[in-house]
């Protein structure tokens, strides 16, 4: 019996706006990170369900006590309601996938990403929300799934930029430590927040939703030159009213790049001199925020300062963190796993 019929191996990227998962029986999911519970006996009624999950739950957020649980890629503290949804978000993840624990299936090894420099207490907090529904958990950072997934591991630099987070980490052909790592929380959702603010300072009167706002970002975002103009659409006193947001979403995404290139810099220089020149030819730029237009390119420009250098931007960015995950979970001897575990 092969070790993937005994044991079934899945990665998470449980990520702050998507989430994702690949099992080693092939299959693989990804929704949103939100989850919600009727508000009331009215939207009980309609809904027919005592919880909803991913677009499901965005669609209908009017009737349901929504929850977006994760903040800068860890658990929002202070609620028991968002830790519950982590759950459900968990367990609907496990359940796409047929690896929900005792459900027919082997013992599930799940191998799930977390922000390069998250505190370990939270690294504690995803274990207990996770170790309840799997046989045996690994937490890791995402940036080292990525580049695991990838097979980057030898003198490279993955940026991975997701919706809550900016992780960094460098690859030298070992597991990195803390200091091969860094994490910025100037990432995709605040983006939006940025977007969202000088957007109601050029059109006061407009009303929007920080949904559409982030609905714009993903469709038109963009660094450097635009050929043609943005332009939305959004009531004002009631009224579909088109709006050109051009300046504004060229002014909130460019808000990204000085922390960014300060970070890549940074982390260059603590590379041996022997080494650097390879670094810097093979930075990896993935995470859904990554797809902004041009930004591979202007963080490429930014390496001709100091030597020059290549960025790759990783096209399909949804699955390769839980891929990763998952390459790790089967890779791992048993030796290896029982370390990783306890750390």
Partial sequence: MSDDQRVLHVGIDLGTSRSSIAASNKERHVVQSYVGWPADMVARKVLKKTVLVGDEALENRPMLDLHRPLEEGLIKTGSTRDEEAVGELLLHLLRLAGAEKGNGSPPVRAVVGVPAKALRVNKQSLRDAVAPLVDSVMIVSEPFAVAYGLDALLHAMIIDVGAGTADYCVMRGRIPT????????????????????????????????????????????????????????????????????????????????????????????????????????????????????????????????????????????????ADGGLSIARDASDEEWEKLVRS
């Fill in 178 to 321: 803390e200091e091969d790592q860094r994490t910025l929380t100037t990432a995709g959702d605040w983006v939006d927040e940025q977007l969202a603010g000088l957007i109601q300072e050029a059109y006061p009167e407009a009303d929007f939703t920080i949904h559409m706002v982030r609905e714009w970002k993903e469709r038109y975002s963009f660094v450097g030159e635009s050929k043609d103009r943005i332009k939305v659409s959004a009531p004002v006193d009631g009224r579909p009213t088109e709006l050109d947001i051009t300046d504004q979403m060229r002014a909130a995404c460019e808000a990204l790049l000085p922390p960014m290139i300060e970070t890549m810099v940074d982390l260059l220089s603590r590379v041996d001199p022997d080494y650097q020149d390879r670094v810097r030819n093979n930075v990896i730029l993935s995470g859904g925020t990554a797809l902004i237009k041009g930004l591979g390119a202007r963080l490429q420009s930014e390496l001709g300062e100091i030597g020059g250098g290549r960025v790759k931007v990783v096209k399909d960015p949804i699955f390769v963190g």
